[in-house]
């Protein structure tokens, strides 16, 4: 899809290489901005912004036929800033960078094969205004190494209309970072809507959406075990005094100091099972409906949800603090489910995922469930905890709208971080997002 900005830049690049120097001081104008704040953005404020984007533009008068695509030109003179300022930057005999500066800004082309650490934290703001559909595509492109021809195996579509899926991905997170670029421009430093620290947590990679990390390749496994069920999206931010009124309880189990905070009442979700809820309150019909045809229409419910939550923790080969989970849901009239029902499920998840392990189960306390369970695996001489479940209590459900004197609610939430360690035998936690699979023959 053209953009009209990108077509007005590619006439402008036609008229330029017919000699029309008129034309090219448009191109110029047009992009001078971004050029500055990316050369200002890895030189720092004593560095020879003006020189490097001097150059750079000579560089790419000089260069404008070997250009095969005149709509490309503004990702084109970005990736000869960046050139530019990295030559310049290695013949500088003075240190103007902060020590550990690391790699400069994503061209954000068709030709990169990833990105450094650095550079998507830099990408944190433009990832988060990416719909989840074109967030998951970007990642398994990008983090997970797939090729444009296997996502669009998988999608059921040619290759060649996957790139240009692709193609206006990359538009729109350019946007975004050229958006930033002119920020810092402009005033230093860069407002942040959040914290820096949030977003950097929201900006990791969704290990779920990635079927050649251990933590995509054992929810498919766990996921076998609940046939049926539905897939839902919950939100990453939630607000607990909103919660809590909506439920009519408290529903914060963990150390209130873990919880990872924007502003005011609102978290990031420390777990899955708050924002499931909170979703069930918007069902259609909604949840147990007195009427009993509305009865019959909401139930029975079974729902996943899988993705990262966030606590604050000092990370270590067993904790992050942003780490993913799968929660199961189910509703249903009590004749038709109890907490063993569940269980039976929970033990053919956990077998898939981690064949003959031995396991023990434990009766442990939550605060919205009147009965709870905990289930460890044995690795070597210890006991790792990878799972609970439980009936949710009677305050439970009349907060999303069932009659605990006729329904029943029952939930589980697997930790995927360490069910993958497991399973693949990796001794740390953090290597779990640093490792891949070999995709299937």
Same mark, same amino acid.
């Given at each position: 899809?053209?953009?009209?900005?990108? +077509?007005?830049?590619?006439?402008?690049?036609?008229?330029?290489? %017919? $000699?029309?120097?008129?034309?090219?001081?448009?191109?110029?104008?047009?992009?001078?901005?971004?050029?500055?704040?990316?050369?200002?953005?890895?030189?720092?404020?004593?560095?020879?912004?003006?020189?490097?984007?001097?150059?750079?533009?000579?560089?790419?008068?000089?260069?404008?036929?070997?250009?095969?695509?005149?709509?490309?030109?503004?990702?084109?003179?970005?990736?000869?800033?960046?050139?530019?300022?990295?030559?310049?930057?290695?013949?500088?005999?003075?240190?103007?960078?902060?020590?550990?500066?690391?790699?400069?800004?994503?061209?954000?082309?068709?030709?990169?094969?990833?990105?450094?650490?650095?550079?998507?934290?830099?990408?944190?703001?433009?990832?988060?205004?990416?719909?989840?559909?074109?967030?998951?595509?970007?990642?398994?492109?990008?983090? $997970?190494?797939? +090729?444009?021809?296997?996502?669009?195996?998988?999608?059921?579509?040619?290759?060649?209309?996957?790139? /240009?899926?692709?193609?206006?991905?990359?538009?729109?997170?350019?946007?975004?970072?050229?958006?930033?670029?002119?920020?810092?421009?402009?005033?230093?430093?860069?407002?942040?809507?959040?914290?820096?620290?949030?977003?950097?947590?929201?900006?990791?990679?969704?290990?779920?959406?990635?079927?050649?990390?251990?933590?995509?390749?054992?929810?498919?496994?766990?996921?076998?075990?609940?046939?049926?069920? %539905? *897939?839902?999206?919950?939100?990453?931010?939630?607000?607990?005094?909103?919660?809590?009124?909506?439920? $009519?309880?408290?529903?914060?189990?963990?150390?209130?100091?873990?919880?990872?905070?924007?502003?005011?009442?609102?978290?990031? %979700?420390?777990?899955?099972?708050?924002?499931?809820?909170?979703?069930?309150?918007?069902?259609?019909?909604?949840?147990?409906?007195? +009427?009993?045809?509305?009865?019959?229409? $909401?139930?029975?419910?079974?729902?996943?949800?899988?993705?990262?939550?966030?606590?604050?923790?000092?990370?270590?080969?067993?904790?992050?603090?942003?780490?993913?989970?799968?929660?199961?849901?189910?509703?249903?009239?009590?004749?038709?489910?109890?907490?063993?029902?569940?269980?039976?499920?929970?033990?053919?998840?956990?077998?898939?995922?981690?064949?003959?392990?031995?396991?023990?189960?434990?009766?442990?306390?939550?605060?919205?469930?009147?009965?709870?369970?905990?289930?460890?695996?044995? /690795?070597?001489?210890?006991?790792?905890?990878?799972?609970?479940?439980?009936?949710?209590?009677?305050?439970?459900?009349?907060?999303?709208?069932?009659?605990?004197?006729?329904?029943?609610?029952?939930?589980?939430?697997?930790?995927?971080?360490?069910?993958?360690?497991?399973?693949?035998?990796?001794?740390? *936690?953090? /290597?779990?997002?640093?490792?891949?699979? +070999?995709?299937?023959?």
């Amino acid at each position: 899809m053209k953009t009209q900005e990108s +077509s007005s830049l590619a006439s402008l690049v036609e008229a330029a290489r %017919r $000699g029309d120097l008129g034309a090219f001081g448009m191109l110029v104008e047009r992009t001078q901005a971004m050029a500055h704040a990316l050369a200002f953005q890895m030189l720092g404020p004593h560095g020879d912004t003006r020189d490097v984007v001097q150059e750079a533009y000579l560089r790419a008068f000089r260069r404008l036929a070997d250009l095969d695509d005149p709509e490309a030109f503004a990702g084109w003179i970005r990736r000869i800033v960046v050139t530019v300022a990295h030559n310049h930057r290695r013949g500088e005999r003075g240190v103007w960078l902060p020590l550990g500066d690391g790699d400069g800004p994503p061209v954000l082309d068709g030709d990169e094969q990833a990105w450094t650490p650095d550079q998507f934290r830099k990408l944190a703001r433009a990832l988060l205004s990416l719909e989840l559909d074109e967030r998951r595509l970007c990642e398994r492109h990008y983090h $997970g190494r797939w +090729s444009a021809e296997r996502m669009a195996e998988e999608a059921g579509i040619e290759p060649a209309a996957m790139r /240009k899926r692709l193609q206006r991905i990359r538009q729109k997170l350019r946007k975004e970072i050229e958006m930033d670029e002119q920020c810092i421009l402009e005033t230093h430093p860069v407002p942040r809507d959040l914290p820096g620290s949030i977003v950097e947590l929201l900006a990791r990679p969704r290990l779920v959406d990635l079927p050649d990390n251990p933590v995509g390749a054992v929810l498919a496994e766990l996921l076998a075990a609940f046939p049926g069920f %539905r *897939v839902k999206e919950v939100p990453e931010i939630v607000d607990l005094d909103a919660a809590a009124n909506a439920l $009519g309880g408290d529903a914060v189990y963990t150390d209130r100091a873990k919880l990872q905070t924007i502003e005011g009442t609102k978290i990031l %979700r420390y777990d899955l099972t708050l924002p499931l809820l909170l979703e069930m309150r918007t069902q259609t019909p909604p949840v147990g409906r007195s +009427s009993a045809a509305a009865h019959e229409t $909401g139930f029975p419910l079974r729902l996943t949800a899988a993705g990262k939550c966030y606590r604050r923790e000092q990370e270590s080969a067993t904790h992050l603090e942003a780490f993913h989970q799968l929660e199961v849901f189910a509703a249903d009239d009590r004749r038709n489910l109890d907490v063993w029902w569940l269980a039976g499920r929970i033990f053919d998840a956990v077998n898939r995922a981690l064949p003959r392990s031995e396991i023990r189960v434990t009766p442990t306390d939550y605060p919205m469930c009147a009965q709870a369970f905990s289930l460890d695996v044995r /690795k070597d001489d210890e006991w790792v905890e990878i799972l609970a479940w439980g009936e949710y209590a009677d305050w439970v459900l009349r907060g999303i709208g069932a009659d605990p004197s006729r329904d029943r609610a029952l939930g589980a939430g697997m930790g995927l971080d360490r069910i993958a360690a497991l399973r693949y035998g990796i001794d740390d *936690v953090r /290597k779990v997002a640093l490792t891949r699979l +070999s995709p299937p023959a």
